[in-house]
């Protein structure tokens, strides 16, 4: 289809989602440099008896949301209509729905089913309190960004207590998520939405729907029948969790929880028995109003834990009194041990990575982001290693803050959740030197963290990048057949780094017969086959350079692979703003001057050849030309 070029003052840029009644551009508005996302409904593809009603909703949708600015509920910036169009300009989520995410793992584990209703509920007190009902919360309307933060979204049938859009006897909401007065056609009020919210928890907790079949089927059960209990389903579903959610899904409205606030604290309960133990920071989510602004730093851990964190890492002694009211502490210990950071919010995870790993490096453990950030601060921190999913602050997100508190840190993440937003962000923004799921192989995760460590000390010797407008040695090779992203960054490094382009990995590997790159970046729809083998080959033979990749839309698992087997350095989704790009390509030159400086370092990063790479139909053309390119530069 064709993009319209701008709508208002905004530019569209690509689509990113089509539905019955319209299609969800992706734009940009220019004056304030935000993107934005562009739901468009275009009046001629409307049934004639139908526009007047879809309108009406979609007018309505722009009223009920417009008044809502809470931090779980998508915002509405604009509303724009004439002859042809109406379109509604809300907030970009860089995320997926809850529903893609329960095609992929259909049944959550306790503590991430919490984190997700918990926020829900959240933002569904926001919106009672300002006299708007959803009505259609449904696992496609919940929107979860790389971070694990939800929005909640599509109000399209959301009703204002002074609207008269909906009389009674409508029938709106979607059926495997409809209460009973929805079917009915009876008044609407929270409790409908509560309802709606057992549903997804229990779909969250069983990996089922509470009812199935076709409509009229799920009518006569959802007026008629009590569901099964969620723990016929899930045997380690406690009774409390049990009674909350059938609860919830009570026939009468009258039965159900009043309120966002009871629904969760009950919630919780029930989790937490169901999970044999306290869920982290539960205490602490719950103990303020549901809908109250969440408080930064509400919850970092005092003085004692820090000391007794240093004290268990082997740093501190008790004859030390730990004075940690500087902003910066480096506690003494043996000089020869690295420092490594193990990050997770189960304790049993932490007790064993310690046990395997204590011998060999001072090991510090934290079960939060807060006090993760803490250690790295104040106590000299190598190598961070960090769950992904964890309630509060995500590993990505950890690890991101990590890079600008100590950028010669190593980061490495670890999770069991190949959600590829966060693993693009994690390469991006967290810069992470390896992505190990779960369950891990304790070799190959002592092997990576001797790397990441051997790397640490090389860096931290080193120092980190520092920013300037110095000319660089080495030049950036773009593989891009159409060659306008380098044209681009010609334009963008003139007189401080030569910029090549071709249109091939072999014209690639032409190149760097000839010149010295320092920096590749590809346009991965020119070859995908052929440029993952090229980086693959090239990362075993060359490590000093580095390599940046473009994609439409990289799946997880080849994420993955060009992380830990060609140590690819950023992976960029289209459309791509080059100036953007000339940050990440900036910041590549800049350490591939620390890898020519010190050869030792770049050799850390080599990876052993791969044999599928090898023995591709690619593999055999291009394995003789790189291993002929022989060594990377040394140090003058």
């Known amino acids: 289809m064709n993009l319209p070029g701008r709508i208002g003052k905004y530019d569209v840029q690509s689509v990113l989602g089509k539905g019955a009644a319209g299609v969800v551009y992706r734009g940009f508005d220019s004056g304030i440099k935000r993107p934005v996302a562009m739901k468009v409904v275009v009046k001629g593809d409307l049934e004639p008896n139908d526009q007047e009603y879809v ?32 379109c509604i300009v809300m907030e970009l989520v860089n995320g997926r729905t809850l529903d893609q995410h329960l095609q992929e793992v259909s049944q959550y584990g306790f503590r991430d089913a919490w984190e997700l209703l918990r926020q829900i509920l959240d933002g569904l007190a926001y ?14 309307n919940i929107l979860v960004n790389a971070e694990g933060r ?16 909906t009389q009674l006897g409508d029938i709106v909401g979607t059926p495997h998520y409809m209460a009973p007065e929805q079917f009915s056609g009876a008044e609407c009020t929270e409790r409908t939405d509560l309802y709606q919210v057992g549903v997804i928890a229990y779909e969250l907790v069983t990996g089922r729907r509470p009812f199935t079949g076709t409509s009229a089927e799920i009518l006569r059960q959802v007026l008629n029948d009590r569901p099964a209990n969620p723990s016929q389903h899930n045997a380690r579903s406690a009774w409390s969790l049990d009674w909350a959610i059938q609860k919830a899904l009570s026939k009468d409205p009258a039965d159900r929880f009043p309120t966002c606030k009871s629904l969760a604290e009950a919630l919780r309960k029930g989790l937490e028995e169901s999970l044999g133990g306290p869920i982290v920071n539960a205490q602490a989510a719950t103990s303020m109003p549901i809908g109250a602004p969440a408080i930064p730093g509400a919850n970092l851990l005092d003085k004692a834990r820090l000391i007794a964190g240093a004290k268990d890492a082997g740093v501190l002694t008790n004859t030390v009194s730990g004075d940690l009211k500087a902003s910066t502490f480096i506690a003494p210990g043996d000089p020869q041990k690295a420092r ?28 939060n982001g807060t006090l993760a950030l803490e250690f790295v601060k104040r106590f000299g921190i190598h ?25 010669t840190a190593v980061r490495i993440l670890l999770t069991g959740y190949s959600d590829l937003a966060s693993i693009v962000g994690s390469i991006n923004d967290g810069e992470v030197f390896r992505f190990v799921k779960k369950p891990w192989d304790n070799a190959d995760l002592q092997k990576t963290l001797a790397d990441g460590v051997a790397i640490a000390l090389e860096l931290a010797a080193a120092g980190a990048e520092k920013a300037g407008d110095e000319k660089f040695e080495g030049s950036v090779l773009m593989v891009e057949p159409a060659g306008e992203i380098a044209d681009g960054l010609r334009q963008l490094f003139s007189g401080s780094a030569r910029v090549h382009n071709v249109e091939s990995p072999l014209d690639a590997v032409k190149v760097l017969e000839t010149e010295e790159v320092g920096v590749i970046v590809a346009d991965l729809a020119s070859s995908r086959d052929g440029l993952v083998t090229l980086f693959k080959l090239l990362k075993a033979e060359r490590p000093e350079i580095l390599a940046i990749l473009i994609s439409d839309a990289p799946d997880s698992e080849l994420a993955i692979e060009l992380i830990n087997e060609a140590q690819v350095y950023r992976l960029l989704q289209k459309p791509v703003d080059v100036r953007q790009l000339r940050v990440h390509v900036d910041a590549a030159l800049r350490r591939y001057a620390i ?36 060594p990377g530069p040394e140090a003058s």
Request: proline share 3%.
């Open 127 to 140: 919106s009672h309190a300002q006299g708007v009902l959803h009505r259609d919360l449904k696992p496609g």
């Open 55 to 86: 309108l009406q909703r979609f007018r309505h949708e722009a009223q009920a949301v417009g008044r809502l600015m809470h931090p779980r509920i998508a915002a509405i910036y604009d509303f724009i209509e004439d002859e042809e169009i109406a």
């Open 383 to 407: 190598v961070v290693v960090s769950d992904q999913r964890m309630p509060g602050m995500t590993g990505v997100e950890l690890l991101r803050q990590v890079k600008e508190a100590a950028p």
């Open 340 to 367: 490594v950071l193990f990050v997770d919010d189960e304790e049993r995870i932490l007790n064993g990575l310690r046990t395997i790993f204590k011998q060999h490096y001072h090991v510090f453990t934290a079960e």
């Open 150 to 165: 939800i929005k909640i979204s599509d109000f399209g049938v959301a009703r204002i207590d002074s609207s008269t859009i």
């Open 595 to 630: 890898y020519k400086a010190k050869p030792a370092l770049a050799k850390q990063h080599q990876v052993e050849e791969s044999v599928q790479a090898q023995t591709s139909l690619w593999g055999a053309r291009l394995a003789d030309r790189i291993r002929s390119l022989g």
